[in-house]
């Protein structure tokens, strides 16, 4: 198993344009091999940012990898960055995880 997650920091007040972002966006990893689930997770706000995780999991490295390759992943990733770009406080962090146990 692997799980992919992106980092983010919002800007404080831009809280719910992200998550709409996240919930009308077209992902398209449905139709991925490999994929299991997908979660975007909030953590508390401080007076700077507040703290989002995108978090897929995936049947293996190699199958997130083939996402990232994709058509599917080109297409989810169109409209990254554009009009709603003055929300994010730099760019996503990206960290990956495969299991041990």
């Known amino acids: 198993m692997y799980i992919a ?3 983010f920091k919002i800007k404080p ?7 709409n972002i996240w919930k ?10 490999g994929f299991i689930e997908f979660h975007l997770t909030q953590s508390e706000s401080n007076d700077d940012y507040t703290l989002f ?5 995936w049947n293996s490295k190699q199958d ?3 996402w990232t390759e994709s058509e599917q992943f080109r297409r ?4 990254a960055g554009g009009k709603t770009q003055d ?3 730099g760019p996503p962090q990206f960290e990956g995880f495969e299991s041990v146990v």
């Open 13 to 19: 007040g831009c809280e719910q344009t992200f998550i």
């Open 5 to 7: 997650m992106n980092r």
């Open 87 to 89: 929300i994010y406080l």
């Open 76 to 79: 989810a990733h169109a409209g």
């Open 53 to 57: 995780a995108s978090h897929t999991t």
């Open 64 to 66: 997130f990898v083939n």
């Open 24 to 33: 009308n966006r077209e992902s398209h990893l449905d139709s991925v091999p």
